[in-house]
């Protein structure tokens, strides 16, 4: 995946647990993002970070949270204030303006 | 255009003919677009990208046209394969510079 690595690649979740994504990549891009893609959906924007200790809120981050502490890592975590998490999870990394690089996804499921 | 949770329109092909797909970008101040293939259960993958001072680009069976007249962007996929079955996405940099905005995307389902 170009040097980014997300974990785990399936992930199952009780009702009301928080769970915590990871993204880590070695492409020494500045930039990182998450997109949420529910099945026969597009790319919808959870959170997104241009800088270490900074991040922006998408157009979807109710129910989510996210930390930049470190350039290479970007953990997204979905709290149990999201109703609806089942879904396939997409981090990126970009740099200037150009494509951005995906890594090969989550897939969370509720139990 | 943003995906918004639309089920994606699709494309049917058969193999060998020529896959022509669309896109219409909203701002007129974007000026880097690009095109992604999804296979199933995987990520994104680069395909071809375009800045706004060209209009057309070509890379391996692939060619990417700008009309930016009317806002438009087009993928076409010469002689079109089985492995080409996938979800395609554009995107641009609207008027945010490094962050893209992604289309809704478009099925392509190659018959053989």
């Known amino acids: 995946d170009g040097g980014i690595t997300q974990s785990p690649k399936y992930l199952f979740r009780k009702e009301g647990q928080n769970v915590t994504l990871s993204c880590e990549q070695n492409l020494n891009h500045d930039a990182m993002y998450w997109y949420r893609q529910d099945p026969g959906q597009g790319l919808r924007l959870i959170y997104y970070?241009?800088?270490?200790?900074?991040?922006q809120k998408g157009d979807i981050a109710e129910g989510y949270s996210v930390s930049r502490e470190k350039k290479e890592s970007f953990p997204l975590t979905v709290t149990s204030a999201q109703k609806n998490p089942t879904a396939f999870y997409l981090c990126a990394t970009g740099a200037g303006v150009a494509g951005y690089t995906f890594g090969s996804g989550t897939r969370l499921t509720v139990v | 255009g943003e995906s918004v949770g639309l089920h994606l329109p699709t494309l049917s092909v058969q193999e060998g003919d020529n896959s022509i797909i669309n896109c219409a970008y909203s701002n007129s101040a974007s000026d880097y677009f690009i095109w992604y293939k999804q296979e199933s259960g995987k990520g994104p993958q680069f395909i071809i990208d375009?800045?706004?001072?060209?209009d057309k680009r070509q890379g391996q069976r692939v060619t990417v046209l700008l009309n930016k007249t009317v806002k438009h962007l087009s993928l076409q996929i010469a002689a079109t394969q089985p492995g080409d079955s996938a979800v395609y996405f554009c995107a641009d940099n609207m008027e945010y510079g490094n962050k893209l905005v992604f289309g809704a995307g478009t099925i392509l389902r190659v018959k053989s």
């Open positions: 970070s241009q800088i270490v200790n900074d991040f």
């Open positions: 375009i800045r706004s001072n060209m």
